[in-house]
């Protein structure tokens, strides 16, 4: 949060205001559901990347928290959603 609104020239606590106002979220929850759009489309654009290389590349602190969030949003695994897809 701090970087993003040092690049945007304003304080945290504007910033945090507009995640509540506009958006109706918080930062940590957007910051989540970028991460997790990220990892799908990294997904579908490098299919030989492994989930451990794509929790990476997108900032999930793990493999499990990216897993987490697949069974939470996708009603299934990472794994599970590649297949789907392809």
Same mark, same amino acid.
């Given at each position: @949060? ?6 945007? #020239? ?8 507009? *995640?509540? %106002? ?19 489309? @990294? ?6 990347? #492994? ?8 900032? *999930?602190? %793990? ?24």
């Amino acid at each position: @949060m701090f970087t993003l609104s040092r690049s945007l #020239n304003i304080s945290k606590n504007e910033l945090s205001r507009y *995640f509540t %106002s506009c958006l109706n979220s918080t930062f940590r929850i957007w910051l989540a559901e970028v991460r997790f759009e990220a990892a799908k489309k @990294m997904m579908l654009d490098y299919p030989d990347y #492994n989930n451990d290389i794509i929790s990476a590349e997108c900032g *999930f602190s %793990s493999r499990s928290y990216l897993y987490r969030i697949f069974k939470e949003k996708e009603g299934c695994s990472p794994t599970v959603w590649r297949a789907k897809i392809q």
